[in-house]
């Protein structure tokens, strides 16, 4: 069964840089899938932010992708976002999760979540 | 991108049949059959209930429908239970490699 956790600050400043890690275990990033970032601001919905290949490509959500990096380090077995300019709407629970299709959204694992304020 | 719609909120009663709409576009739902849906409880991780629009994983129950028609994919739970009470997400491929996630429905069990 594999597990996703995520890790990294609680709190970030406006205007600085988030960065948060997915170690992946129970499962080898470099057998294939694509991995995702996903997240949920207070009282609304789950929002797609990116997912990252084994080789390293990367898609985004084209209203975030200005903002965007998610990259992967297959000999870590992880994968991370950078999420810069931040503001305060972007204080929410950040996810990371496996998408078993091509990709497809299939996303069958999660991690347990991290929350992120963005506040001076 | 725009997220897809679903109803803010629905409701049953123990045993009833309930059905959630999750609209799209013919650039996503429309044109691909790669939607997902996912039952989601405040403080959890999301749970992935259908993909590809109608397959059940391992392990849920098959009280648990999808379908599609046009631009408009739907969730149906049949025999609701008091533990089926929760939000309900929708998610479809969006050409790309890019995904989008529906607004979100919350399922009140009566």
């Known amino acids: 069964q594999v597990q996703l956790q995520e890790s990294g600050p609680g709190l970030v400043k406006p205007s600085e840089t988030l960065s948060l890690t997915c170690d992946v275990s129970?499962?080898?990033?470099?057998?294939?899938?694509?991995w995702g970032w996903i997240r949920q601001p207070p009282g609304k919905g789950l929002e797609w932010i990116g997912s990252?290949?084994?080789?390293?490509?990367?898609f985004y959500n084209p209203s975030l992708k200005s903002r965007v990096t998610v990259s992967v380090d297959t000999s870590k077995n992880q994968f991370s976002l950078k999420f810069n300019s931040l503001t305060a709407a972007d204080t929410a629970v950040y996810y990371c999760?496996?998408?078993?299709?091509?990709?497809?959204?299939?996303?069958?694992?999660w991690g347990q979540g991290t929350p992120v304020t963005v506040s001076s | 991108q725009s997220a897809l719609t679903q109803p803010a909120s629905v409701s049953g009663s123990p045993g009833q049949s309930i059905t959630i709409s999750c609209t799209g576009t013919s650039g996503d739902i429309g044109r691909f059959d790669l939607v997902s849906w996912y039952q989601y409880h405040p403080g959890k991780a999301p749970k992935l209930m259908i993909y590809e629009g109608s397959k059940r994983p391992s392990g849920v129950p098959n009280r648990f429908a999808g379908s599609k028609s046009g631009n408009t994919a739907s969730l149906t739970i049949s025999g609701l239970q008091a533990e089926d009470e929760a939000d309900y997400y929708c998610c479809s491929y969006a050409g790309g490699s890019t995904v989008i996630f529906g607004g979100g429905t919350r399922l009140t069990v009566l």
């Open positions: 129970d499962y080898s990033i470099s057998s294939g899938y694509y």
């Open positions: 990252v290949f084994r080789t390293g490509s990367a």
């Open positions: 999760a496996r998408d078993t299709g091509s990709p497809a959204g299939t996303y069958d694992s």
